[in-house]
């Protein structure tokens, strides 16, 4: 947190940019302030599939390619450039231009000691240090109906924490000891790149880093046992995200994308984004105007109907989520995040 503000303090400090060549200029579209001479340009990734890799020694970047996954810090080493270590160092620092340096690099001299076949990775979360995971509550018509809850006039906005964070083939750990009614949520997820305050609905996608596909577990029991969300959604493990982050500017429009949902191989949910009570530009507009959100900040945007929670039949009777599942989420365009539950 302290480098972070260390950083924006300096960025909004420096009265002069250095000179930069054409290509990273495209990429300087974060700072609304000049960058201090000698400094690297803040700015996002573009054009880019990326995930987040677990090594033992902490998290590591890939690029997605047609050859399989660029590992950054090798090439990096072996190149001699500065590179981003992690996605959280890449969006928080905004280190975009230095990644689409060695990308630059990488494809000018192909060489496949940077390369890993994808099937041997070890998915981390796709960003592991945010400062806020901002979730919405009921945003799609029909499962505000399917659950019997009034269309909300304004964003329902709630939070999870990082513990929840989890990953493309992940597990979790089942509360058994405080809950029993386990549930699934597919979510599009908006990952910022941008600091982002007090946005108009016209400018506000232009704060996004990417998107990815995210799932709001849940346990319906604690959800609803008082009037606050909160203990219903964050435990252990509760918010899986991934596999990719793909960059905003290859998101044609986030308002129009196929979402669906399978439990053990069976279509739970299968709906589309168009349907949101609160399309992705109000949402981001009005988280703005209550709170800052920063680069790496996460955002769910809710779910479709199609969940357990909203079935026609006493809650005692309904084939809550048990241990030995899986659940795969999937987003147009975004991939699919698998885990299971134990």
């Known amino acids: 947190m302290g480098n972070r503000r260390e950083f924006l303090t300096a960025t909004a400090a420096g009265l002069a940019a250095a000179a930069a060549p054409a290509r990273a200029a495209e990429e300087q579209t974060a700072a609304p302030r000049s960058t201090p001479a000698g400094a690297p340009p803040f700015g996002m990734p573009r054009d880019m599939v990326l995930l987040n890799m677990r090594r033992g020694d902490g998290y590591a970047l890939g690029v997605k390619t047609k050859d399989g996954v660029l590992d950054v810090a090798a090439a990096g080493r072996a190149l001699g450039m500065p590179v981003p270590a992690d996605m959280d160092d890449l969006l928080q620092n905004g280190r975009g231009p230095a990644l689409r340096a060695l990308i630059d690099a990488v494809e000018a001299a192909p060489d496949g000691r940077f390369v890993l076949a994808e099937s041997g990775i070890a998915y ?3 960003v592991t240090r945010p400062e806020k995971i901002i979730m919405m509550g009921f945003n799609y018509r029909h499962h505000a109906e399917e659950t019997g809850t009034p269309i909300p006039k304004d964003p329902p906005l709630f939070n999870k924490y990082n513990n929840a964070l989890n990953h493309h083939g992940g597990t979790i750990a089942l509360p058994t000891q405080a809950a029993r009614e386990f ?3 597919t979510e599009l997820v908006m990952v910022f790149g941008r600091e982002c305050r007090n946005v108009s609905e016209a400018d506000a996608l232009d704060y996004l880093a990417g998107y990815c596909t995210g799932n709001d577990f849940s346990a319906r029991d604690l959800q609803t046992l008082t009037s606050q969300f909160m203990i219903g959604k964050t435990s252990d493990g509760f918010a899986p995200l991934g596999p990719y982050l793909v960059t905003a500017d290859r ?10 949902t399978l439990v053990n191989g069976q279509v739970r949910q299968d709906w589309s984004t168009n349907d949101m009570i609160f399309n992705c530009r109000q949402l981001i507009s009005f988280a703005s105007k209550v709170m800052t959100i920063r680069p790496g900040d996460i955002f769910y945007t809710g779910t479709p109907q199609g969940v357990i929670f909203g079935e026609k039949i006493p809650r005692k009777d309904r084939a809550w989520l048990k241990p030995g599942d899986e659940v795969v989420s999937e987003l147009e365009g975004l991939g699919a995040l698998r885990f299971r539950l134990v």
């Not at 998101?251 to 669906?260: A, E």
């Open 183 to 185: 549930d699934y949520e």
């Open 251 to 260: 998101v044609k429009d986030p308002n129009n994308l196929k979402l669906k």
């Open 124 to 126: 981390a979360p796709v």
